[in-house]
């Protein structure tokens, strides 16, 4: 299993959108869309986990792919690096 990053994505964009995007290279395990907590709109990137070859696929298929004038970014996601962000 791949945990894969999208970024860049409409704000507008629905969890259907942003599934339908994927669904086309595999199966779905899991996906998260970050969303503004006051509008609900996406903040412009999301999380999704699919099996390894079908990530790969999704990855080469979609990453710098135009969706509504935006050209979304897609890779396998990185750990944080420690001591970075949050509230102190």
């Known amino acids: 299993m791949?945990?894969?990053y999208a970024g860049?994505?409409?704000s507008d964009i629905?969890?259907?959108?942003?599934?339908?995007?994927?669904s086309e290279f595999g199966k779905i395990f899991s996906y998260e869309l970050?969303?503004?907590?006051f509008t609900g709109r996406c903040r412009g990137f999301g999380f999704?986990?699919?099996?390894g070859h079908e990530a790969r696929a999704a990855i080469t298929g979609?990453?710098?792919?135009?969706?509504?004038?935006?050209?979304?970014?897609?890779?396998e996601e990185r750990p944080r690096a420690k001591g970075r962000g949050g509230r102190r």
């Not at 999704?48 to 099996?51: D, H, L, Q, R, Y």
């Open 48 to 51: 999704i986990e699919m099996e």
């Open 34 to 37: 970050s969303r503004d907590i």
């Open 2 to 4: 791949i945990r894969l």
């Open 62 to 75: 979609l990453n710098g792919r135009t969706v509504r004038g935006n050209s979304i970014r897609v890779n």
């Open 14 to 22: 629905t969890e259907n959108e942003f599934q339908e995007l994927f």
């Open 8 to 10: 860049n994505l409409p």
